[in-house]
């Protein structure tokens, strides 16, 4: 029960919530408040994390209000919400978009510098909530972000890991993997609600019964539980006066499971319940495109999505809403297959819990749910042994065989006689074990299946459900990801927003089609110049970031050449790697003069799987390359390679402002969208790239002679593997490529040892699953046009410009236009 228990009779009881005066005199009064009463020190005493969080209090103060308005104008409006189930959400620091939401920065700076401080200083003191792995946990954000702008009423649900992706060092060039304590110095974005904790259950078994009227039901008897508790978390749209929520879970024993171990008298036993409970929310997995089949895994999936779907709709109820009428209130989103497992939930709260008959059920379920599918690498797709999810969830497995009946008999019926189809189609594999599909049953469940991209989403329907795409033709959509033009423009990139600001005015920064009007921008002499002194700014800031943060040196003047993403093998660091090798070794051959080689630095930012061999690998040997090229004096102020330790959202914002050049060369038909391509095309870089993911249509958009692409596009990937690919072909008639991949076999990165990187060459040079070397020579020959343009100073800039210019369809506000047109059916609420 929420509210007093009287009715209130002091008026500000009644009043709206609301906000510090909007002054300097205001923010520093709220400021000093804060840092007295909630830090309890005086300013004089006070510590830069003190500081910091009474700061990051101060602005949470000035979103109050909104907050709890949205809340009000939401229940009352009866809206229907999009509940974004997702397990991963990489947020990046809080307080610059808090600040730039609320329009504060400045009134901050000033306010801040007459306490003697700087707002700067205190902005670095924020640990970035690191709750995601790449583009998927990023995308996630953005669309919250977005959907707050664009007033639409919608509740993020995910997991409060409490310790987020690793934080990478090198240590002798190898990536080691240290804990990231996020919360360590304290996390004042987020508002704890144990009252509200939900209870999850696991294991067990199930029984039938029979009910008072007669009909046969069955229960599901868990075995044990752990409590979830919501941590809320604000999330503001841009100077709109909404905020949003992102309501994330942790896990804690339960006084039930405590009590029985601790009645048996054991303590010790009673404490280990008690971390083993807490286990479910300690630690994201660092696997990125990959499933890990690890029953924690599972575990954290079923508790966030258990969770989530208890909140929504007990809250439903409590608002006297009729079940049934369900869709009508949310729209679940499935972010990739990691919460698929809220589909059998959603069925048994509807059949067990509140008495639904199957088909009413399953009808409810169906409207409530779509899906994104975030991959097309098979072995990404999650597939559960039946054997775990028996064990964990019975009872949903139960429910799972019976989707799978009756989907499998809707099978049968559209293709009689075609047994072999339904056996492809069913959700459950048969083979090499058994296990659930999770991808099919999201299908099968969901009102709509997307993909990321153009190519990506017509890939997903031809070649990765193509049975699915015919049975169900109409589900099958696309939309193509995005990114907020918030964080990674406005506020990543202040110098460049400027300047377009000018230019156009502020409306781009939620309409960013108008970027277009920028266009003939690029034709002006003294605007290019100005943008290429924003560029300018954006490099020298990095240089000093990188030297304080790394030790790092940024020679000036050169072309900045960067590539920062998850290391994977079908993103192809290696092929940048061989480039720069090949560089190398063609100077040092004398094949190529280093005075005329364009002064050039690379920069990698990249984390592996900790368990992923062939990646970590790539990072030694990036590492060791890097070591060698930047110590030798004939390629001095010629080449340079940098690889910043732990690249997260925090360095991109920095990193992709300052890029000249862009890497996105991964295998055509692999890298389902790319979300980075988009921010650096937004900033000003121009990329070198397949034709894949959404740089099929960046490259639509800015047009051929601003984009340098290059390499097999994917019906030529296909039919070259169709016909049979032999790398070593390759390897043996190409002398430039064999020179570069011999100078590393011959141990010379390696201190003389031939076998450090033995693994990473020969993978190449006899499996090459994702073709390296048969992209080679159109890699090298389209990096040579990179540089012929490089040269002519105008003509880069101009085609600069015009990226941005062409660009503003990747706003993430466009792709939640795009959901709620073709996937939620829901409007924003004004
Ligand atoms: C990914 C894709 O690999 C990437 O191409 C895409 O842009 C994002 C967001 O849709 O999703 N899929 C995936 O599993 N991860 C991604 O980044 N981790």
């Not at 280093?594 to 690379?602: G, M, Y």
């Not at 900790?610 to 030694?620: E, L, Q, V, W």
Request: proline share 5%; charged share 25%; hydrophobic share 40%.
């Amino acid at each position: 029960v929420y509210g007093p228990s009287s009715t209130p009779s002091h008026p500000l009881a009644t009043a709206p919530v609301s906000p510090p005066p909007f002054s300097v005199d205001g923010f520093v009064k709220e400021f000093l408040h804060e840092l007295n009463t909630n830090q309890g020190v005086a300013l004089s005493r006070s510590s830069i994390n003190d500081q910091y969080l009474a700061l990051a209090s101060t602005v949470k103060n000035y979103l109050m209000a909104r907050w709890l308005e949205t809340g009000r104008k939401t229940r009352e409006s009866q809206a229907k919400t999009v509940g974004y189930l997702s397990a991963e959400y990489l947020l990046g620091r809080q307080l610059g978009n808090a600040l730039l939401a609320t329009d504060l920065g400045d009134i901050a700076q000033r306010g801040l510098e007459l306490c003697g401080l700087d707002l700067a200083t205190l902005r670095a003191q924020e640990v970035e909530p690191g709750l995601g792995n790449g583009g998927l946990g990023r995308l996630a954000a953005c669309f919250i972000d977005s959907l707050a702008t664009m007033n639409v009423p919608c509740i993020g649900y995910g997991i409060r890991y409490e310790y987020g992706i690793f934080r990478q060092t090198f240590v002798d060039g190898r990536q080691v993997e240290q804990p990231d304590t996020w919360l360590a110095l304290g996390s004042p974005w987020e508002f704890p609600h144990p009252e509200a904790s939900v209870t999850v259950h696991f294991g067990g078994h199930t029984e039938k019964y029979t009910d008072a009227a007669g009909t046969e039901r069955t229960r599901w008897v868990p075995e044990w539980n752990v409590l979830g508790v919501p941590y809320n978390y604000m999330v503001p749209g841009y100077l709109n006066g909404r905020v949003n929520t992102l309501r994330l879970w942790s896990a804690q024993a339960t006084q039930a499971f405590d009590l029985q171990i601790f009645n048996s008298g054991d303590y010790a036993d009673a404490v280990r319940a008690q971390t083993f409970a807490e286990n479910i929310s300690k630690v994201l997995y660092p696997e990125d495109s990959t499933p890990q089949g690890k029953e924690l895994r599972l575990q954290q999936q079923y508790f966030f999505v258990a969770c989530s779907l208890r909140d929504f709709i007990d809250n439903e109820l409590e608002e006297g809403f009729d079940l049934h009428r369900l869709p009508e209130r949310i729209h679940f989103q499935l972010n990739d297959t990691h919460p698929v497992i809220a589909v059998p939930e959603l069925m048994r709260i509807l059949v067990d819990d509140h008495g639904f008959d199957w088909d009413e059920a399953w009808e409810v379920t169906q409207q409530c749910f779509a899906y994104t599918c975030h991959t097309l690498l098979p072995e990404a797709l999650e597939i559960w042994s039946t054997e775990l999810l028996g064990r964990l969830l019975p009872r949903h497995l139960e429910i799972i065989y019976q989707i799978n009946d009756e989907f499998l008999a809707r099978v049968r019926e559209a293709f009689p006689g075609d047994e072999l189809r339904a056996r492809r189609m069913s959700i459950i594999a048969e083979y090499p074990s058994r296990g659930v599909r999770m991808a099919y049953l999201a299908t099968v469940a969901g009102t709509k299946v997307n993909g990321v991209a153009e190519l990506h989403s017509q890939l997903l329907r031809d070649k990765v459900l193509p049975d699915f795409s015919e049975l169900y033709p109409d589900k099958f959509t696309n939309v193509t990801n995005g990114v907020t033009p918030r964080r990674f423009v406005r506020m990543a990139n202040p110098k460049l927003s400027e300047l377009i600001t000018d230019a156009i005015g502020s409306g781009w920064v939620t309409d960013l089609e108008r970027l277009r009007e920028l266009e003939p921008y690029a034709d002006d002499p003294e605007f290019r110049e100005q943008f290429r002194a924003a560029k300018a700014w954006n490099k020298s800031r990095l240089t000093d970031l990188l030297a304080q943060r790394d030790g790092i040196e940024l020679p000036d003047g050169h072309l900045l050449d960067v590539m920062v993403k998850r290391l994977h093998e079908y993103k192809r660091q290696s092929l940048k790697l061989l480039h720069i090798v090949s560089l190398y070794e063609q100077v040092h051959s004398g094949a190529i003069a280093a005075a005329d080689l364009t002064p050039r630095t690379v920069v990698f930012g990249a984390k592996a799987a900790p368990g992923y061999k062939m990646a970590k690998d790539t990072i030694h040997l990036i590492n060791k390359v890097a070591a060698i090229v930047n110590a030798d004096p004939v390629l001095e102020g010629r080449l340079k390679v940098a690889f910043p330790a732990n690249y997260n959202v925090t360095l991109a914002e920095k990193l992709i402002p300052a890029a000249d050049l862009s890497e996105q060369i991964s295998l055509a038909g692999m890298e389902a969208s790319g979300t980075g391509n988009m921010k650096f095309a937004l900033n000003g870089a121009l990329t070198i790239g397949t034709d894949d993911g959404a740089n099929v249509e960046i490259r639509e958009l800015v047009g051929d002679k601003h984009f340098f692409l290059f390499g097999m596009s994917e019906p030529e990937v296909a039919q070259l593997g169709a016909q049979g690919y032999h790398p070593g072909s390759y390897y043996e008639s190409n002398p430039r490529l064999k020179a570069a991949l011999d100078l590393i076999w011959s141990g010379h990165f390696s201190d003389g040892d031939r076998y450090l990187f033995d693994s990473v060459v020969t993978n190449l040079v006899h499996n090459d699953r994702f073709m390296v070397l048969a992209d080679f020579d159109s890699y090298l020959a389209t990096q040579a046009k990179v540089e012929e343009k490089y040269a002519d100073v105008d003509a880069w800039t101009r085609s600069a410009v015009l990226n941005v210019a062409r660009s503003g369809f990747f706003s993430s506000d466009r792709s939640m236009r795009d959901y709620l047109k073709r996937i939620w059916h829901t409007q924003p609420v004004i």
